[in-house]
């Protein structure tokens, strides 16, 4: 193995690093938490061994019984009607599981249902199996991306963008189990979640899926969030069985356009790409779904040696590999690689998939079974698929209970449940500049808000919000408020709104001017709309011109700008960050985003939050912060790489002092870390310390600087706090130099 791939994997495998990750205060570090939750090991139905119920099934299931459980459906072909009104058809509900014995359904038609229709949908599917021959349970998925989405009421969390910016992981995994809980509540114990693409194309319309730039940033979260939804029991009436997605590349288009192809050296692949999906598998992950579009070439669903050799293989998978969205159709008239969808069906089963998201037709499972009994597809795989599926669904505990969850004393969309959201929100907010102390906004100060998004939900949430693209604002729950209207109610009759611009067009900025004129600070929220996947494609990171043109106008009035930025990815805005006094960034924060944003704003709440990426201060220049040296050496004749704001930066409203920084190697080749960090300002804040190592060789070069631990602190004025963290045997070849803060030590051989 080089040691490029060694880099990668290295990140997963459990540290040798003793319970000392921990500070005197018993605050426990990132590798601290991951080790715990990968030492953790899983409990419920194994799937190491083939159960004895799953055999005896094989033994009797027919071929179109068994190629029926390979098979998922979409809801609209059991269904009538959409929204609100749709009802089971019990025509389509008998041809789909009488008649195909179909083994999945998933999805809704458009928009969140309230639980007692969903279980009212899931009661009749799962009497309509149980009253089959053999009597196996359906296995329903839906996307519960931040929260259960699909679920009218739920608790909604930020993006996981915006989760990736707490620098969290505890927060991170107990809203994952709240959203396990609401979705297994609704009686659906399938969530296709978490996304582990690593997000390193910044066009790319999903990075608001992902946990951010950073490989071990988005393993400790990853991992935080497949235990948040199974726990160690996926059976368990308040859990629900993760998906990895999408295995592997998906994240790096190289158009940066959805479903749209990636050229990814082996080596990158290994190091970047894949170590969120081996984290996820000791994680103990039950299902995973493929990469829509293609690797160097060959497309996720035809993609037999990842899918077997290193999947299966290298990685130790032993669950379900489920397609994504009509993905093997796509192998024909997308990808070219097959003449018909019988030469793609075949293709994809041969090369892993377990079970195929048709989604909308039978054609799958008929063309499926034509090619067994050609023996173009041997029974050894289809049994080998479906003996996946039936211990997927035993892991899940359909066969002891179909509508387990229905019961459960879940209470969705609890206040308890709600507070947690603000406090994810809150802690998701990044202040990157604040000139001369303009925030916190002075109390009693005449404040106008504008822009679009200053009064727009959909704007907070971003796409899987009650719709997929989370644009239908009449159906967000009334009483959560915008940034405008939780301003208004925070600050009173001194906060004045006009608009000025819509998203990407302008709307009587005059106006907006005038009403500046008369203000003492501008709020001015801009940014990006709802989205999300192949409709939030763009050719171009720049804000569009109307908002540039909005911001222009207010700065030249004179009066402090304070930006809010509400987005899904980081738009350009340098034509505008000087004239900004300060800039506040809210990656998606959810229902609670507006309540938060006014909370920070107001100096209610200290911000905490760190960048999860590197915010690009030029569209052509998207250099992550772990880039090779020769991109430091190729930028030093133009002044060096620039990023507009900085990978791990955040500013908080009290000031933090990093001292008595040592970094020395240990026995059996660990080194041991310490530094002091002390809240030199007048009230308490919280800080992320972040350890950074820089390498100074390797067989291959190296990122000039790479995330190695951190550790999230609140501290009182005046407190201070000695931290310690440990690297293990073997993840980092000596010499090498830590820095944390703007402190720096080398590390030699003992």
Request: with cysteine.
């Amino acid at each position: 193995m080089n040691t490029r791939i060694a880099i990668g994997l290295a990140l997963v495998v459990l540290a040798s690093s003793p319970p000392q990750s921990q500070d005197r205060g018993g605050l426990v570090d990132s590798q601290a938490f991951l080790n715990a939750q990968l030492s953790t090991p899983p409990t419920g139905p194994a799937a190491q061994a083939l159960d004895p119920r799953v055999r005896d099934l094989l033994a009797r299931m027919t071929l179109k019984e068994k190629i029926g459980q390979m098979t998922q459906l979409e809801i609209g072909m059991v269904t009538d009607g959409r929204d609100l009104d749709i009802k089971i058809n019990p025509g389509k509900l008998k041809k789909a599981i009488d008649d195909y014995g179909v083994g999945s359904i998933l999805n809704v038609k458009d928009q969140a249902l309230p639980v007692a229709r969903w279980h009212e949908i899931i009661t009749a599917i799962q009497a309509a199996a149980a009253a089959t021959r053999l009597k196996i349970p359906v296995v329903y998925g839906i996307d519960s991306i931040h929260g259960a989405n699909y679920i009218a009421g739920a608790t909604l969390f930020p993006q996981p963008i915006g989760m990736a910016a707490t620098w969290n992981p505890q927060l991170v995994m107990d809203t994952s189990h709240i959203a396990a809980a609401e979705t297994r509540a609704a009686g659906i114990p399938w969530n296709f979640s978490p996304v582990l693409d690593i997000g390193r194309q910044p066009l790319w319309p999903r990075l608001f899926e992902t946990y951010g730039e950073d490989p071990y940033l988005a393993v400790v979260m990853g991992v935080a969030t497949v235990r948040g939804y199974q726990g160690t029991d996926p059976s368990a009436a308040d859990r629900v069985g993760a998906t990895m997605k999408h295995y592997v590349g998906y994240s790096f288009p190289q158009s940066g356009h959805d479903r749209t192809p990636a050229y990814i050296p082996d080596e990158m692949l290994r190091e970047y790409f894949l170590p969120t999906f081996a984290a996820a598998v000791k994680a103990g992950a039950v299902s995973v779904m493929v990469n829509s579009a293609e690797v160097n070439g060959v497309p996720g669903h035809a993609n037999a040696h990842l899918l077997k050799d290193v999947l299966r293989g290298e990685l130790g998978f032993n669950g379900l590999v489920v397609s994504d969205w009509e993905d093997i159709k796509l192998l024909v008239r997308t990808h070219h690689v097959a003449a018909s969808e019988k030469e793609a069906t075949k293709m994809a089963v041969l090369a892993g998939i377990d079970m195929s998201m048709v989604p909308s037709d039978y054609s799958f499972a008929d063309l499926l079974a034509q090619l067994v009994e050609e023996k173009a597809v041997p029974m050894s795989r289809i049994d080998e698929a479906v003996a996946r599926v039936l211990t997927f669904k035993m892991r899940l505990g359909l066969f002891d209970d179909p509508l387990r969850g229905m019961k459960a004393a879940t209470e969705v969309g609890s206040a308890a449940s709600r507070a947690m959201a603000l406090q994810a929100a809150r802690e998701s907010l990044i202040l990157l500049k604040n000139d001369r102390g303009t925030l916190p906004l002075r109390a009693g100060a005449r404040v106008l808000v504008a822009g679009p998004t200053a009064d727009s939900l959909p704007a907070l949430d971003n796409g899987w919000t009650i719709t997929w693209q989370g644009n239908k604002a009449e159906a967000y729950p009334a009483d959560r408020p915008t940034v405008r209207k939780a301003l208004e109610a925070k600050l009173g009759s001194s906060v004045r709104y006009v608009s000025g611009a819509t998203f990407d067009k302008e709307a009587d900025i005059p106006a907006a001017v005038a009403a500046a004129r008369d203000a003492d600070a501008v709020v001015l929220c801009l940014g990006e709309l709802s989205y999300a996947e192949t409709p939030g494609n763009i050719d171009d990171l720049a804000l569009p011109d109307a908002q540039i043109k909005l911001a222009e106008a207010l700065a030249a009035t004179g009066k402090p700008i304070v930006l809010v930025l509400i987005e899904g990815r980081p738009r350009i805005v340098r034509p505008i960050v000087d004239r900004a006094a300060a800039i506040l960034l809210a990656l998606n924060p959810g229902h609670e985003g507006g309540t938060a944003i006014a909370d920070v704003l107001s100096g209610e709440v200290n911000p905490g939050g760190r960048l999860q990426i590197t915010y690009p201060r030029f569209a052509n220049a998207l250099i992550p912060y772990d880039h090779r040296a020769a991109e430091d050496a190729a930028a030093a004749g133009s002044g060096g790489l620039k990023p507009q704001f900085a990978f791990g930066s955040g500013l908080s409203y009290t000031t933090f002092e990093y001292s008595g920084l040592t970094a020395s190697a240990v026995s059996e080749g660990s080194t041991e870390i310490g530094v002091t960090v002390k809240n030199t300002g007048s009230r308490a804040g919280s800080d992320v310390v972040q350890v950074f190592v820089m390498p100074s060789r390797g067989t291959l070069t190296q990122p000039a600087v790479r995330l190695k631990r951190f550790a999230k602190i609140t501290l009182n004025p005046g407190e201070s706090r000695q931290l310690r963290f440990r690297l293990g045997s073997g993840e980092e070849a000596r010499p090498f130099t830590v820095k944390v803060g703007s402190l720096t030590r080398e590390v030699s051989s003992p």
